[in-house]
């Protein structure tokens, strides 16, 4: 008697750790089935040598980032050399990139890979160069070996609707952002046409032959604040100044892009008036909604207190203050009608 219950107290033990076993075993699938595998985006093999690059996503909006690796596989008797850091990636801020030390894969060979993490600057679709690696035999320097990818792209768009729709929108302006950044609308264009007739026709023809008057070098076209600030925060983060502990310096000048920024878009004298001048015109100002007020009066300040009150940000409060400004442009900046 005692041996049967022994057996059907095993039985129910074993049954309850067979079933704990498969629930677990499916959660661990349904958790590797939502990590998201790198898409490779270029490889070039040549005999034992291979070259590829890769990302998480082919396709961000503004408010994402973007991981890119380049990866090598040689054997032991080469060596590699990775193409120039933030090669073909113009088109994007470099926020921290990581170079892995060489692995022993399971096929004999040496593999050597660098992880980049991008920070997209403009929305457009982007069109990543050839990009070059070099292989050198060990044994003979003179003998190397260039593999170069083939272009391709990547898509950076701006945030979707939805994401306008959960501001706080300011009850004064009762403008959306979307309507600000959508260009204008072709059916209003065929509306005048169907409405002015002859006389658009008679203003069309006066303009042309205004035009053709002109002098013959007409001006070069203007180019869009956000180009401009954009670029201007590029060219800020290349020169390091952090890096060189001239960090009052970076502060001055960012807090300058973003007051010339707002001055080229808005037309709001912002360079010309003192912190204070400039939050308290803010306060009626209906060209801004809420959200963005508050963020420019926290940037503005926080700039103030590094300047002039030898306040000493970390690294995050760095980061922060770059995001903001570059944010800020984003969400703000003027949409091209070609």
């Known amino acids: 008697m005692k041996n049967v219950r022994f057996t059907i107290l095993t039985l129910f033990v074993s049954a309850l750790v067979f079933i704990a076993g498969c629930k677990k075993s499916k959660q661990v699938n349904e958790k590797n089935a939502a990590i998201p595998s790198d898409i490779t985006k270029a490889e070039i093999v040549r005999g034992p040598m291979t070259f590829r690059i890769k990302v998480n996503k082919d396709k961000i909006d503004l408010r994402d980032k973007l991981t890119m690796i380049i990866e090598a596989e040689a054997p032991e008797k080469y060596s590699f050399q990775f193409p120039p850091f933030g090669e073909g990636l113009e088109a994007f801020g470099v926020l921290d990139y990581h170079t892995q030390e060489p692995l022993l894969t399971s096929e004999k060979k040496i593999l050597y890979k660098r992880t980049y993490l991008l920070d997209p600057l403009l929305s457009d679709i982007h069109k990543i160069p050839p990009i070059k690696a070099i292989f050198q035999e060990k044994a003979s320097p003179s003998k190397k070996y260039e593999l170069e990818t083939e272009p391709f792209n990547i898509e950076v768009s701006l945030p979707p609707k939805d994401f306008w729709t959960k501001l706080d929108i300011d009850d004064k302006t009762a403008l959306l952002p979307e309507e600000s950044l959508n260009p204008f609308a072709k059916r209003k264009l065929y509306w ?147």
């Open 192 to 338: 005048i046409f169907e409405t002015l007739g002859a006389l658009l026709l008679i203003v069309i023809i006066i303009l042309l032959i205004h035009y053709y008057r002109r002098k013959k070098q007409s001006p070069p076209p203007k180019i869009p604040a956000h180009i401009i600030a954009l670029a201007a925060l590029k060219k800020l983060l290349d020169e390091d100044l952090i890096e060189q502990n001239r960090t009052k310096e970076f502060y001055s000048r960012i807090s300058d892009i973003l007051r010339t920024y707002i001055e080229n878009r808005f037309e709001i004298k912002a360079p010309e008036y003192t912190t204070q001048e400039f939050l308290q015109k803010l306060t009626t100002a209906q060209t801004f909604i809420k959200q963005q007020k508050k963020l420019l009066a926290h940037f503005l300040e926080h700039c103030d207190l590094v300047k002039f009150a030898e306040h000493q940000p970390d690294d995050s409060e760095i980061q922060k203050t770059f995001d903001a400004c570059k944010n800020f442009i984003a969400e703000t900046q003027e949409v091209v009608v070609s």
